[in-house]
C-alpha cells in the first residue's frame, strides 16, 4: 500500500490494523480521531497500552488474567475452590462471572486443542489443571479438595475434542471428580465470550456428566 501519510501516521495505522476486526479504512478512521485528540488524551491511550503489557501476567493457580501472582477469584475465601471452571481464553470467565450464578473458581487453557492448527495437549494449560486437581493442597493452604470440574470451552470442533480429551484424562487420575460439560442450548460453533447470561445460565444450571 503506498500512501502520502508522514511516516508516524502510517506507522500508528499499520499497528491498528493489527487489532481484530480492524480493516485498513477503521484504521485510518481511528489514526485520524487520535491524530484529532487532545494530548492529554492521546499519552492515556498510550498509557493504557503500556500499563497493561508492563503489569497484566497470567495467575500462577488458574492462568487468569491478574496484576497479581493470584488472581481476584483464587484469593477470594467466599469463592468454592472445590469447584473449577474450565475455559479456553481468560476473556471466557466475564461471561460465566456475569451470569452470577457461578461461585467456583476457574482454569483458563489458553486455548482449544486443534491438531490442524498444531495444537497440541502440552501447549495447553491441560497438566497444570491435572495437578490442581490430584493435588489442591498445591493451590494453598488449606485448600478445598476438587469435587467437580465443569468443562465449559466452546461448543465448537475444537471445544468439544478438548472437553473430551480432559474428561479422559481426569477419568484416568480422578475417577472421585464429578466431570460436567455444559448442557447444549448454546449457539453450536459459537464463543461462550458472546453468549448472553441467560444462555448461559440455563446451560450451566443442566450441566451434564461426561
Ligand atoms: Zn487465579
Redesign the pocket.
Known amino acids: 500500500m503506498s500512501t502520502s501519510y508522514a511516516p508516524p501516521v502510517q506507522r500508528l495505522i499499520t499497528e491498528l490494523c493489527k487489532l481484530p476486526g480492524i480493516g485498513n479504512r477503521t484504521a485510518q478512521r481511528l489514526a485520524f480521531h487520535i491524530l484529532r485528540a487532545s494530548q492529554e488524551d492521546g499519552a492515556a491511550l498510550a498509557q493504557a497500552v503500556m500499563e497493561v503489557k508492563e503489569k497484566i501476567g497470567l495467575?500462577e493457580?488458574?492462568?487468569?488474567l491478574?496484576d497479581e501472582p493470584?488472581?481476584r477469584?483464587?484469593t477470594d475465601p467466599r469463592r468454592d475452590h472445590g469447584v473449577i471452571c474450565v475455559v479456553e481464553e481468560p476473556s471466557d470467565v466475564i461471561p460465566m462471572e456475569r451470569m452470577h450464578e457461578y461461585d467456583g473458581?476457574?482454569h483458563v487453557l489458553g486455548g482449544a486443542l486443534s491438531p490442524i492448527e498444531g495444537v497440541d495437549p502440552e501447549d495447553l494449560k491441560i497438566a497444570e489443571l491435572l495437578a490442581r486437581v490430584s493435588a489442591p493442597t498445591a493451590a494453598g493452604a488449606g485448600a478445598t479438595p476438587v469435587r467437580e470440574v465443569v468443562l465449559a470451552t466452546n461448543p465448537t470442533t475444537t471445544g468439544e475434542a478438548t472437553a473430551l480429551h480432559i474428561a479422559q484424562e481426569l477419568r484416568g487420575r480422578a475417577p472421585e471428580i464429578a466431570v460436567t460439560r455444559l448442557a447444549s442450548g448454546l449457539p453450536v460453533g459459537s464463543d461462550l465470550e458472546y453468549a448472553d447470561e441467560v444462555t448461559l445460565g440455563k446451560a450451566f444450571a443442566g450441566r451434564r456428566a461426561l
Open positions: 495467575c493457580v488458574c492462568f487468569n491478574t493470584r488472581c477469584i483464587c473458581v476457574y
